[in-house]
């Protein structure tokens, strides 16, 4: 008999805390939702003001006629009346559903909510998950989404020729290899609108790692001198590869200019490059992680490979400029760099890149 009852005071106890805890469940629902009620005008003027402000720019800008801009703005403001009136509706019938059911309904309508798996006891019956059972469930947690998102990011790769010019010579007398010497280039950029209701400029800034390699011609390598120097000289076999590669560590920053497309929608407002030109200009500035030179050749009927990693005198510090033009992500890409490639050259040498840059 006293084990019945003590099973009877558990059942009831727990029965007791399962109501608390749908009460609470409950009301937590209705609390979020007159939320909601209460920013939905707020957010309906803010994304109002926003469009008023853009169809200013498009008639300042002679995009539009004043007429055209005049009935604009009165869509924009029907369609935002509209909006407050639908949504606050919707958000009322929500309500008044909960209060009818005592906040046990079956919700199809998960938008903008995390969803989180619930883990219960209990009869299978749509309120609580069965023994051991998985439901999803709203989390009250809602992610808001923002209306306008002014920073954008891109993971950037570029590939193509590289050279030196050097001082008092013309590139067509370069000591190096035209097709044979080249770039590569990989990074993450940040792209944030300059201007609050405007595209037309953006502000481009991030990281890249730079492998700029240099093939000399005529059997020649580079030599580290004892007295500071770095210089071409002919080496005593025949090499089938000579090749010098400088590795960079550099923060770029460019001005992008070009038109975008203003799309909007009742929740977000995005500004699109899709197909559209842009043109960057700017520099870099950072430096030097490592220096190295790979040689081939045959020395006595055997192959030999040597990888000399060196200093080389190469400058620690490393700037230039850059530029890029094109359409959307694809770009013709050129970099300069303003820091002599050695130091106290006798005779400087700076290198120059072209190639083609994806921003992916």
């Given at each position: 008999?006293?084990?019945?009852?003590?099973?009877?005071?558990?059942?009831?106890?727990?029965?007791?805390?399962?109501?608390?805890?749908?009460?609470?469940?409950?009301?937590?629902?209705?609390?979020?939702?007159?939320?909601?009620?209460?920013?939905?005008?707020?957010?309906?003027?803010?994304?109002?003001?926003?469009?008023?402000?853009?169809?200013?720019?498009?008639?300042?800008?002679?995009?539009?006629?004043?007429?055209?801009?005049?009935?604009?703005?009165?869509?924009?403001?029907?369609?935002?009346?509209?909006?407050?009136?639908?949504?606050?509706?919707?958000?009322?019938?929500?309500?008044?559903?909960?209060?009818?059911?005592?906040?046990?309904?079956?919700?199809?309508?998960?938008?903008?909510?995390?969803?989180?798996?619930?883990?219960?006891?209990?009869?299978?019956?749509?309120?609580?998950a069965k023994l051991f059972g998985f439901r999803l469930n709203e989390n009250p947690n809602r992610r808001e989404i923002k209306y306008d998102r002014r920073t954008y990011s891109d993971f950037v790769m570029a590939i193509g020729l590289n050279n030196a010019i050097v001082e008092g010579?013309?590139?067509?007398?370069?000591?190096?290899?035209?097709?044979?010497?080249?770039?590569?280039?990989?990074?993450?950029?940040?792209?944030?609108?300059?201007?609050?209701?405007?595209?037309?400029?953006?502000?481009?800034?991030?990281?890249?790692?730079?492998?700029?390699?240099?093939?000399?011609k005529d059997n020649q390598y580079f030599v580290a001198l004892d007295n500071g120097q770095t210089e071409l000289q002919e080496f005593e076999y025949d090499l089938s590869k000579s090749k010098f590669r400088?590795?960079?560590?550099?923060?770029?920053?460019?001005?992008?200019?070009?038109?975008?497309?203003?799309?909007?929608?009742?929740?977000?407002?995005?500004?699109?490059?899709?197909?559209?030109?842009?043109?960057?200009?700017?520099?870099?500035?950072?430096?030097?992680?490592?220096?190295?030179?790979?040689?081939?050749?045959?020395?006595?009927?055997?192959?030999?490979?040597?990888?000399?990693?060196?200093?080389?005198?190469?400058?620690?510090?490393?700037?230039?400029?850059?530029?890029?033009?094109?359409?959307?992500?694809?770009?013709?890409?050129?970099?300069?760099?303003?820091?002599?490639?050695?130091?106290?050259?006798?005779?400087?040498?700076?290198?120059?890149?072209?190639?083609?840059?994806?921003?992916?």
């Amino acid at each position: 008999m006293r084990t019945i009852t003590m099973y009877l005071v558990g059942l009831v106890t727990l029965l007791m805390i399962q109501n608390l805890s749908a009460q609470e469940e409950y009301e937590k629902k209705i609390e979020i939702l007159k939320e909601q009620k209460a920013k939905i005008t707020q957010q309906e003027k803010k994304a109002l003001k926003l469009e008023i402000e853009a169809i200013g720019t498009q008639l300042k800008n002679d995009e539009i006629t004043e007429e055209e801009a005049n009935a604009l703005k009165i869509k924009a403001a029907e369609k935002r009346a509209l909006n407050i009136e639908e949504r606050i509706s919707i958000i009322e019938n929500k309500i008044s559903l909960l209060e009818r059911n005592s906040g046990h309904v079956q919700e199809l309508d998960t938008l903008n909510y995390k969803f989180a798996v619930q883990i219960g006891f209990g009869k299978d019956d749509g309120q609580n998950a069965k023994l051991f059972g998985f439901r999803l469930n709203e989390n009250p947690n809602r992610r808001e989404i923002k209306y306008d998102r002014r920073t954008y990011s891109d993971f950037v790769m570029a590939i193509g020729l590289n050279n030196a010019i050097v001082e008092g010579q013309s590139l067509n007398d370069s000591p190096y290899k035209i097709g044979g010497s080249r770039f590569f280039e990989m990074g993450w950029q940040w792209r944030t609108r300059v201007f609050k209701n405007s595209n037309f400029v953006r502000l481009n800034y991030g990281f890249s790692f730079q492998f700029n390699g240099l093939k000399p011609k005529d059997n020649q390598y580079f030599v580290a001198l004892d007295n500071g120097q770095t210089e071409l000289q002919e080496f005593e076999y025949d090499l089938s590869k000579s090749k010098f590669r400088m590795d960079n560590l550099v923060f770029p920053m460019h001005l992008e200019f070009g038109p975008s497309k203003l799309k909007t929608t009742e929740e977000t407002m995005r500004y699109s490059l899709r197909n559209q030109f842009r043109l960057g200009l700017g520099g870099y500035a950072g430096f030097n992680m490592g220096t190295r030179q790979k040689l081939k050749y045959d020395r006595n009927g055997d192959n030999v490979k040597d990888k000399l990693k060196r200093g080389y005198n190469t400058n620690d510090l490393v700037y230039g400029l850059s530029a890029y033009a094109g359409v959307e992500g694809v770009l013709l890409y050129v970099k300069y760099d303003l820091n002599p490639i050695f130091k106290d050259a006798a005779v400087e040498q700076r290198n120059i890149s072209l190639g083609l840059r994806f921003d992916l």
